[in-house]
């Protein structure tokens, strides 16, 4: 069953007062996310991938395209209805200290989000918030602190606690550990592998950390300047990637084993270009070590290679 | 033969909420054209660490032992000698680029700084030299680029232009914390190339600070490992990677995505309410009833490579 499908989404930013300019954050995109899966969306900095899971929720509107949750297009849904939706499909965000209100206690901030949605009836409030903050590792004790009294990575476990109190089904996780030392990123990652398996959740998986999304995801997509640019099962993308840059991507990660210290790395030239006046064509061809003359021109179609690996690159057109 | 010889530091904090214990009886040596890596977690104290060999803390720092550079006691010198000495032969790449760089002065005139004051240069020919530093660093068209300011610089280009300032004066020690923290993989690889290209051809040592284990791996020949304030595990990288001893470093290996992902319960401990005993044996699946009293010794249970638990300390 497919739980998101996006069809040619796309999100301009205008800046500027008198000569207008367009930020292309997201250039026309599309992409399933079948129930149950974790579907990492994978990119560096300003390649528009946290743009991308707000679109889906809705948290900003999209310049064009549609998306679908179970059918339903969200992009027609009355403000009514998409309150209703939304407990449904839920996000946790890169910076857990900044997302909760610093002036309510753990426990309230729980609270809040039951009575809302009216989850439970209010004499159950309690019972329930106790259930979820156990659910997510926390001591019931943990009710009655503030998060700043809190390390990071409970807050974060905090974070995680208020999204499932709405019993979601789609969850976006946005750089959840980005912020978070080693041994607490693990943490909260078998964390998140746990829920997932014993709730049946769906999640998409945004990370600019490879190490991370190759444990976590079952099917990458990889971004480059606002285009998706590879799509595939996780195996298939870290043993067989076409594209030159998730290549190159693939390659810098650095490698933790010594012995495999003078592994040839391709070390790309220069940097993102600037999303408000992408190149031409392939929008990688500036960094691109394979450019020939049609990829400064023609920009690349995604194409099928083998079941549901999907590449836009000319090399293999 | 040996550069730099920490002995017995402890650093502490004087605060309002009580004393903060960074660094705790910390023994470290660091050879000429080595590159030593010290890991370990936010707040284990790397970082004063790192700080304390410059003399760059706090007044409200307490600070006991020696740093030892050939042979020179750095807590004793003299400011003046220190500053002579800061910059030129210890040099500093520090982690946030943005930060700290002055943003209303021109790349140019800040990192022309270091050729005026160490080498008394005038300030056209710094230029000239800041411009050959930005060329080495691979930042193009140095020429105009040095007039711009920081804010005008990429993330990546920031750190490259860190870089080219820390190695200014050909240190022979450099002091790396965190150099490529909160740059995309892409850029991060660049910077790694870079710094092992420019550490080898000027023969310096480099102490690399970082809680990032894969780029310790790329980087360094030997490794610390740090937790609450102690160095808790030495050896050279292979060794260590192949052979973690402590139980501590198995867990920290363990945790990473490419180990597998198995966290280690627990958080590590607060600077100012240190567990007694072995710091890490509240977190220990393997605590004895020893490590809750006794604080175990370094014991060295194979050629240079450096233990302190209670599994090995036979004695």
Do not use: W
């Amino acid at each position: 069953m497919i739980m998101i499908r996006v069809e040619n989404l796309k999100k301009y930013f205008s800046s500027g007062v008198f000569r207008k300019k367009y930020i292309k954050a997201v250039d026309g995109i599309s992409f399933e996310i079948i129930k149950g899966e974790t579907f990492g969306l994978v990119g560096e900095s300003g390649c528009g991938k946290t743009t991308v899971g707000r679109l889906i929720l809705r948290l900003i509107e999209p310049t064009e395209g549609k998306i679908f949750f179970k059918n339903i297009n969200i992009l027609g849904l009355s403000k009514e209805d998409l309150q209703k939706l939304r407990p449904k499909m839920q996000i946790i965000f890169q910076d857990p200290d900044s997302s909760l209100n610093p002036r309510k206690k753990i426990g309230e901030s729980i609270a809040e989000v039951l009575k809302l949605h009216k989850i439970v009836s209010k004499n159950k409030i309690k019972e329930k918030v106790i259930e979820l903050i156990e659910m997510v590792g926390l001591n019931p004790e943990h009710i009655n602190r503030y998060p700043h009294e809190l390390s990071g990575g409970q807050n974060q476990r905090v974070a995680i606690a208020r999204v499932l109190a709405m019993n979601p089904e789609f969850i976006v996780a946005d750089e959840p550990t980005s912020s978070l030392d080693l041994n607490v990123q693990a943490q909260i990652l078998f964390l998140l592998r746990e829920l997932q398996k014993k709730l049946g959740l769906t999640f998409l998986f945004i990370s600019h950390n490879l190490e991370v999304i190759k444990v976590m995801a079952d099917r990458i997509a990889v971004m480059y300047l606002g285009k998706l640019i590879e799509v595939g099962k996780t195996s298939e993308i870290f043993n067989g990637s076409k594209h030159p840059y998730t290549q190159a991507l693939l390659s810098a990660v650095p490698v933790l084993d010594p012995e495999a210290k003078q592994k040839r790395k391709i070390v790309l030239e220069g940097e993102i270009s600037n999303p408000i006046n992408s190149p031409s064509g392939c929008r990688f061809h500036t960094r691109c070590p394979y450019r020939e003359k049609i990829c400064e021109n023609i920009e690349p179609k995604m194409i099928n290679i083998r079941d549901g690996h999907q590449v836009a690159c000319h090399l293999y057109s | 033969m040996t550069l730099l010889s920490i002995q017995n530091l402890r650093v502490h904090f004087l605060t309002e909420d009580g004393i903060v214990k960074a660094v705790n009886d910390v023994d470290l040596v660091i050879d000429e054209g080595d590159t030593l890596g010290l890991i370990g977690e936010t707040g284990c104290g790397k970082t004063v660490l790192g700080l304390s060999i410059l003399r760059l803390l706090p007044k409200n720092a307490r600070i006991e032992g020696k740093i030892l550079y050939r042979g020179k006691d750095l807590l004793k010198i003299s400011e003046e000698e220190m500053r002579k000495i800061r910059g030129k032969e210890i040099a500093m790449i520090f982690q946030n680029a943005l930060t700290s760089l002055n943003p209303v002065l021109t790349i140019g005139t800040q990192l022309s700084e270091p050729f005026e004051l160490h080498h008394g240069l005038k300030k056209k020919n710094a230029i000239q030299k800041v411009i050959e530093m930005l060329k080495l660093v691979q930042i193009p068209s140095p020429s105009e680029r040095v007039r711009e300011y920081p804010h005008e610089f990429s993330g990546g280009m920031r750190q490259r232009a860190m870089i080219a300032m820390g190695l200014a004066c050909k240190p022979f020690l450099i002091i790396a914390d965190e150099p490529t923290k909160g740059l995309d993989v892409t850029i991060q690889a660049q910077i790694i190339d870079l710094m092992r290209e420019l550490t080898k051809s000027s023969m310096s040592s480099m102490l690399l600070i970082t809680h990032d284990l894969s780029l310790a791996t790329e980087l360094c020949d030997n490794i610390a490992v740090m937790y609450a304030g102690e160095i808790i595990e030495y050896g050279s990288i292979k060794e260590l990677f192949k052979n973690p001893k402590h139980p501590y470093t198995q867990g920290l290996l363990d945790s990473h995505p490419s180990r597998g992902l198995k966290p280690m319960h627990g958080i590590s401990p607060s600077l100012i309410n240190l567990p007694e005993g072995c710091k890490f044996h509240p977190r220990c699946a393997l605590a004895m009833k020893v490590c809750k009293n006794k604080r175990p010794q370094m014991v060295e249970i194979e050629k240079k490579h450096f233990v302190r638990c209670f599994l090995y300390d036979y004695d």
